[in-house]
C-alpha cells in the first residue's frame, strides 16, 4: 500500500507523540515513586510541585523529571510541527502553533528547573498561557470539524481550558497573594513553590491536574486525530 504524503506526515505525528508521552510518563512517574520510597508519608503530591520534585540538591530524582520533561517535551514538539503541516485552516494552525510553543515551554521548565529560578518562572508562565489558548484553538477547530472522533479531544481541552483558567483566577489567591499576582509574578512563583507550606496547596494541585490532563490531552489526539489520518480514515 503506497502512503500519501499527508498519511506519512500523519505517522509521523503519531509516532513522535507516542514518544514523547512515553518520556513524559517515565520520568514523572519513576520521580514520583521514588519520592515515595524515599520519604514516604513525608511526601505529599497535596503539597509540592512538580518543580519542587525537579530541583537539584532538593530531590534526588531531579534527573528523572527533568530528562523526562525535556526530551519528552521535544519530541511532542516534533509530533505538533508535523502537526502544523497537516492543518488546513487558520483556526488549525494556530492551535498547532500555541501547542509547539506550549511544549517548548514546559521542556525549558525540565532544562531549567528551579535551581535556575527566573528561567523556570517564565518557562512555567509560558506553558499557562499558551495551554490555554491552545485549548481555546482546539475547541473552536473540533467544533468546526464536527466528527465525532474529536469528541474526546474536544472535552480534554475544554478540561484544560478550566484547569488554566482558574491558575490565572487571580481573586481566587488574592488573600494569600496579594492584589497582584500575576503582574507581580507571585502568582508563578506560588504555583512552584510556597513557604510557608501549606498542608494542600491548591495551585500546585491545580498544575499537576493541569499535567495530567495535558498528557491525556495528546494520547486523545494521537488516537483520534493522528491514527485515522495515517490510516487514511477521513470519514465521520
Not at 486525530?225 to 495515517?230: H, K, R
Request: hydrophobic share 55%; proline share 3%.
Amino acid at each position: 500500500m503506497i502512503l500519501s504524503k499527508r498519511e506519512k506526515i500523519a505517522r509521523l505525528a503519531y509516532l513522535f507523540g507516542l514518544l514523547g508521552l512515553l518520556g513524559l510518563f517515565l520520568g514523572i512517574s519513576l520521580s514520583v515513586l521514588m519520592e515515595y520510597i524515599q520519604f514516604g508519608d513525608q511526601y505529599s503530591l497535596l503539597q509540592f510541585s512538580i518543580s519542587e520534585l525537579g530541583t537539584y540538591n532538593r530531590s534526588s530524582s531531579a534527573l528523572w523529571i527533568n530528562g523526562g520533561l525535556f526530551f519528552g517535551s521535544l519530541s511532542l514538539t516534533m509530533s505538533c510541527l508535523f502537526g502544523l503541516q497537516l492543518s488546513r485552516r487558520i483556526s488549525s494552525g494556530l492551535f498547532w502553533f500555541s501547542l509547539i510553543v506550549t511544549f517548548i515551554a514546559l521542556a525549558a521548565t525540565g532544562l531549567f528547573p528551579l535551581n535556575v529560578f527566573h528561567l523556570h518562572i517564565k518557562a512555567v508562565s509560558i506553558y499557562i498561557y499558551f495551554g490555554l489558548l491552545a485549548a481555546i484553538f482546539c475547541f473552536i477547530e473540533c467544533a468546526i470539524e464536527r466528527r465525532i472522533r474529536l469528541f474526546l479531544p474536544l472535552m480534554l481541552s475544554f478540561v484544560i481550558v478550566l484547569i488554566h483558567g482558574s491558575i490565572l483566577a487571580h481573586e481566587c489567591w488574592r488573600e494569600s497573594l496579594g492584589l497582584n499576582p500575576i503582574s507581580d509574578g507571585e502568582l508563578f512563583q506560588a504555583i512552584v513553590s510556597q513557604s510557608p507550606k501549606p498542608d494542600i496547596w491548591w495551585l500546585s494541585i491545580l498544575f499537576w491536574c493541569s499535567i495530567v490532563t495535558m498528557w491525556l490531552w495528546i494520547l486523545s489526539i494521537c488516537r483520534w486525530y493522528f491514527l485515522p489520518l495515517q490510516q487514511g480514515q477521513l470519514s465521520k
